[in-house]
């Protein structure tokens, strides 16, 4: 499985950027997808999470209102609509996809696969 992931780039404090993320290479199945990222110095973190339906969202305290996940089945790929962007947001933003683990995880262990990243700065 190769997750792409795109759409990252140079932003004004308040604007707004749309990741994308393609999974391709995966035979079947459901699997749920996923954003992290991760600021320069700083751990990894969870950012949002929608399954297989799409019926079920969950997000990190510090981006909801303003971040939105979605997804195509159809075309294996994820969205992250960012809005109301701030300094802090900056970090390099990782797809996942999960096949296991509990429904709802934010966990990055029960992410099975990872697309390589895209940079997202936001100037103040």
């Known amino acids: 499985v190769q997750l792409q992931a795109s759409g990252g780039g140079l932003v004004q404090a308040g604007g707004s950027l749309r990741l994308s993320c393609v999974a391709s290479?995966?035979?079947?199945?459901?699997?749920?997808m996923g954003w992290f990222r991760q600021a320069p110095g700083k751990e990894r973190e969870f950012v949002a999470r929608?399954?297989?339906?799409?019926?079920?969202?969950y997000y990190a305290d510090s981006v909801k209102g303003r971040f939105t996940i979605s997804r195509n089945g159809g075309e294996n790929t994820a969205y992250l609509q960012m809005n109301s962007l701030k300094p802090e947001d900056t970090a390099v933003y990782h797809c996942?996809?999960?096949?296991?683990?509990?429904?709802?995880?934010?966990?990055?262990?029960?992410?099975?696969?990872w697309g390589q990243g895209t940079l997202v700065t936001v100037s103040s």
């Open positions: 290479g995966r035979g079947g199945g459901t699997y749920a």
């Open positions: 996942a996809l999960s096949t296991h683990g509990p429904p709802g995880s934010t966990k990055e262990v029960n992410f099975d696969y």
């Open positions: 929608i399954s297989w339906s799409g019926d079920n969202r």
